[in-house]
């Protein structure tokens, strides 16, 4: 399989063309079927050929043959009793992907589609976000193919304990760190603590993060992964001239991200027309009243579709999809992996959407990206936009090491300076290496260069 269309040229090209292709195939009969993880992996590989081209060490060095193994993969059986006192047993998975320049960090997801690819797609993408938040931190993500929707609270608590009673042999404050993803919140993060440390018998307080603010939370995670992406776009906006004052924006999900993206649009003057769940979208002209979300979402986790009993003049459309043929300046798929289309793409462009801005991991298909790149939108991928949330962990388990806990303001001015860095990170780095303006490309090789480097500075073991 050919990673691109066109025939390469110069000599270095045809190299690095062949090189990449090697590597890919190797990684197509590794992992036979895991389609995302394939994904990301092309994805990223595309990105490269400008640096592998100017820099031919990191080839000579075996960088990539390495990059794409994960360190260690473990999958483990998760038995619970449910509340009619049936036996359930769930696959549970962890993926220690790459640990160059720190402990292995990411999130945990509890979800029906969670399978090897997904985790390895996300475990990949996380070592180059992680890279990208300039802290110490190497990448990991984790999981199971558990629905906690419509589950009890004690059932969620006894499959957390059990997911936990494996998980522990593997993690620990300076080892592995976990954290929420989609269907892990506080709550979860909450009983998996707790099982941790019966087992333990020590409060390792940094084991995980995402933590409640009364035993080593830290302020503003909860935001963070949301607020940290318009931050993003406000400097996006800002290279342009331009502010997201007055802009429309349309936020896929209604989940910890897509919440705290809207609070933090409407609070900079934006006007959010539409979010969704997994059902379908509201569509709210007058723009969407978000307390009103939170009370559905996060009080009474209910369905969005209750919003229109109380705004009987917004729009409900029983297809989530449907969202993204609204008219909008900004987009922030903020739901969940390939739910924009190649058809939702040139639908949003042919709208005149100005920005693509991604709160959810890989939520373009590779299709969709194409079309926003060649129509030059100015688009951002999600290893950089929702790197927010994962930096704001690194602080909680700074804050952990010192035994101390930051106000909200100082958690979200580190939070502001990240986004911003990481922004202009992208730009230079897409510059240096001839795709101006190219985030994608930017964000790729600036997440890559650090990890790289660090690997050939550490040597191979
Ligand atoms: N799951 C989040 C992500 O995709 C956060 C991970 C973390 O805080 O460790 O980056």
């Given at each position: 399989m050919k990673l691109t269309k066109e025939q390469p040229k110069q000599k270095e090209t045809t190299v690095v063309h062949e090189y990449l292709d090697e590597v890919f195939n190797t990684v197509l009969q590794r992992n036979p079927g895991e389609e995302e993880?394939?994904?990301?992996?092309?994805?990223?590989?595309?990105?490269l050929v400008p640096i592998l081209e100017k820099h031919p060490i990191y080839m000579e060095k075996g960088i990539l043959e390495q990059l794409v193994e994960p360190e260690r993969v473990i999958s483990f059986r998760v038995p619970w009793v449910d509340d009619s006192g049936k036996i359930n047993v769930?696959?549970?998975?962890?993926?220690?992907?790459?640990?160059?320049?720190?402990?292995?960090?990411?999130?945990?997801?509890?979800?029906?589609?969670?399978?090897?690819?997904?985790?390895?797609?996300?475990?990949?993408?996380?070592?180059?976000?992680?890279?990208?938040?300039?802290?110490?931190?190497?990448?990991?993500?984790?999981?199971?193919?558990?629905?906690?929707k419509g589950k009890s609270d004690n059932e969620i608590m006894r499959f957390c304990q059990s997911f936990m009673t494996e998980l522990a042999k593997h993690i620990g404050p300076d080892i592995d760190i976990p954290a929420g993803d989609i269907g892990v919140g506080a709550k979860e993060i909450g009983y998996m603590f707790g099982q941790y440390k019966r087992m333990a018998g020590a409060s390792h307080t940094g084991v995980l993060t995402g933590k409640g603010i009364n035993y080593g939370g830290s302020l503003g995670r909860k935001e963070a992964t949301g607020y940290g992406a318009v931050y993003f776009v406000r400097e996006m906006l800002k290279h342009k001239g331009a502010t997201i004052n007055?802009?429309?924006?349309?936020?896929?999900?209604?989940?910890?991200?897509?919440?705290?993206?809207?609070?933090?649009?409407?609070?900079?003057?934006?006007?959010?027309?539409?979010?969704?769940?997994?059902?379908?979208?509201?569509?709210?002209?007058?723009?969407?009243?978000?307390?009103?979300?939170?009370?559905?979402?996060?009080?009474?986790?209910?369905?969005?579709s209750e919003?229109?009993?109380?705004?009987?003049?917004?729009?409900?459309?029983?297809?989530?999809?449907?969202?993204?043929?609204?008219?909008?300046?900004?987009?922030?798929?903020?739901?969940?992996?390939?739910?924009?289309?190649?058809?939702?793409?040139?639908?949003?462009?042919?709208?005149?959407?100005?920005?693509?801005?991604?709160?959810?991991?890989?939520?373009?298909?590779?299709?969709?990206?194409?079309?926003f790149v060649n129509n030059e939108i100015m688009y951002a991928p999600a290893k950089a936009v929702n790197a927010g949330g994962v930096a704001v962990s690194s602080l909680e388990m700074?804050?952990?090491?010192?035994?101390?806990?930051?106000?909200?303001?100082?958690?979200?001015?580190?939070?502001?300076?990240?986004?911003?860095?990481?922004?202009?990170?992208?730009?230079?780095?897409?510059?240096?290496?001839?795709?101006?303006?190219?985030?994608?490309?930017g964000a790729n090789i600036a997440g890559f260069i650090k990890v790289a480097d660090t690997m050939i500075e550490q040597g191979v073991i």
């Open positions: 993880f394939h994904q990301a992996v092309a994805s990223f590989f595309k990105s769930n696959r549970g998975f962890r993926v220690q992907f790459n640990s160059a320049i720190g402990p292995y960090k990411g999130g945990l997801r509890f979800h029906p589609t969670v399978n090897l690819s997904v985790v390895k797609f996300l475990g990949f993408n996380q070592v180059f976000k992680n890279s990208l938040t300039g802290l110490p931190i190497g990448g990991g993500k984790g999981g199971a193919d558990f629905d906690p007055n802009s429309t924006f349309v936020v896929s999900g209604s989940g910890n991200v897509s919440i705290y993206a809207m609070e933090k649009a409407i609070e900079l003057g934006a006007k959010v027309v539409a979010c969704s769940d997994s059902n379908g979208y509201i569509y709210d002209e007058n723009g969407i009243d978000l307390y009103l979300v939170k009370q559905i979402k996060e009080v009474h986790s209910d369905r969005i919003y229109v009993k109380y705004h009987p003049e917004a729009k409900y459309v029983d297809d989530s999809t449907g969202i993204w043929s609204i008219p909008c300046d900004v987009v922030l798929p903020c739901a969940t992996q390939n739910e924009i289309s190649e058809e939702a793409a040139k639908q949003l462009v042919a709208n005149g959407v100005k920005v693509i801005a991604e709160g959810a991991n890989m939520p373009s298909t590779a299709e969709a990206v194409n079309v700074a804050q952990n090491s010192m035994r101390l806990s930051w106000n909200f303001g100082a958690v979200d001015e580190q939070l502001q300076e990240i986004m911003t860095k990481i922004y202009h990170n992208c730009v230079t780095s897409a510059k240096e290496y001839g795709h101006k303006d190219n985030l994608l490309i």
